[in-house]
């Protein structure tokens, strides 16, 4: 999976004239979605560098068999691995990847290695996810900046090394791209053999091509993690690192999520008449600061397990007025806002994970530590993204 469907009209029509059928306008979509590969020029991707070869240990696949989910992902500490959120989360033919099924797989000279996520066994495999969504809409505000996953594994694999995850401003970024010290590193559907593939000299910009980041920026939520790019893209390069080179080595910038595109409209009286071949502007990838502090916990802190343990962190989030969902033991949206919404009110970062230490701590404190004020409430139990 390379990306998502979305779809939004982004200018009122530009031109308009007058034909046999009537008048017709001319308008313009902007999308962000799936494509079958998104080159741009000619194809720059080849074989990894010989002083990159060490980084094929730590980038693997997700794959899960039923939907037939195939999605790139990194490791990000010896029992972590980042993805893009759509290869979790999304729907395909109606049906939603199954997190028990699903595994990372890791080839590396000799060694073939797959882990389920963790907590599968126990039946809870999305406690041990944390997300920046789980919902992707064809309306604005789109979510691809937040379209990132990090899963716990079952068994810490991740043998050969970590990668360097670097939040960094996108001016530098910007910069360094200028100075061609971005590349990306992916497995791709249609790059030889499924072999990891290289593409370097790649460009990040706020505005590409004749469309101003001013008129983007609109139409995402956390347009401030949205990096655009133009790394030569196959399919199931989605959840790959673009990283950027320092002298301390390479390090990882962005997550890349998707395809940003556009497609010329015909309109008569608001209806579309004719739709013209899309347009690909860029491919779309998230910050890395959107999720780089939640690594360490999610790598080191033990998630509750049982519907009872659920229910009672349930029902102390209630009494805080910060969760307004049913008290069913099932781990969902709500329970993962009212988390964040908690972690955010004590100054901690917003996990959203159902950790053992939270439900101690909540018990802890006790219902004496209910928060009234009624803006805040409004604000908490605000459906997750």
């Known amino acids: 999976m390379l990306g998502r469907a979305f779809a939004v009209v982004r200018e009122v029509p530009a031109a308009a004239r007058r034909v046999a059928s009537g008048v017709l306008a001319a308008g313009v979509m902007l999308s962000v979605g799936n494509a079958a590969a998104a080159v741009f020029g000619e194809d720059t991707r080849r074989d990894v560098p010989q002083s990159y070869a060490h980084m094929a240990g730590q980038i693997g696949m997700i794959y899960e068999p039923d939907t037939q989910t195939l999605c790139s992902a990194f490791c990000v500490a010896p029992n972590v691995v980042a993805t893009a959120s759509h290869c979790l989360f999304q729907p395909r033919k109606g049906r939603l990847p199954n997190l028990f099924d699903m595994s990372f797989r890791l080839e590396y000279r000799d060694l073939s290695l797959s882990s389920g996520i963790a907590g599968r066994m126990a039946g809870t495999p999305k406690h041990s996810v944390a997300v920046g969504t789980t919902r992707f809409g064809k309306e604005p505000p789109l979510s691809a900046p937040k379209d990132w996953a990090l899963a716990k594994l079952e068994r810490p694999i991740c043998k050969f090394g970590t990668m360097n995850v670097s939040p960094r401003a996108t001016d ?166 009212a988390i964040r919404a908690y972690e955010s009110l004590r100054g901690e970062t917003m996990t959203g994970l159902p950790t053992r230490l939270l439900l101690t701590t909540l018990i802890t404190e006790g219902a004496g530590a209910a928060i009234e004020h009624q803006n805040v409430r409004e604000w908490a139990v605000k459906p997750f993204d």
């Open 172 to 337: 530098e970024l910007i910069e360094a791209s200028r100075e061609r010290r971005i590349f990306q590193l992916s497995y791709h559907w249609d790059y030889t053999h499924w072999k990891l593939a290289y593409s370097d000299r790649c460009k990040i910009r706020r505005s590409f091509k004749g469309i101003e980041w001013r008129y983007i920026r609109q139409h995402f939520s956390g347009a401030d993690d949205l990096l655009l790019h133009d790394c030569d893209t196959g399919g199931a390069s989605s959840g790959s690192p673009i990283l950027m080179d320092t002298t301390d080595g390479p390090v990882v910038v962005g997550l890349n999520v998707g395809t940003y595109t556009r497609t010329r409209l015909l309109l008569s009286q608001g209806d579309v008449v004719r739709r013209q071949k899309p347009d690909i502007i860029a491919n779309t990838a998230v910050n890395v600061r959107a999720f780089a502090p939640v690594i360490g916990p999610l790598a080191t802190r033990t998630m509750i397990s049982t519907e009872r343990e659920v229910i009672d962190l349930q029902k102390e989030l209630q009494a805080r007025n910060l969760y307004t969902g049913p008290i069913d033991g099932i781990f969902g949206r709500g329970t993962r806002s």
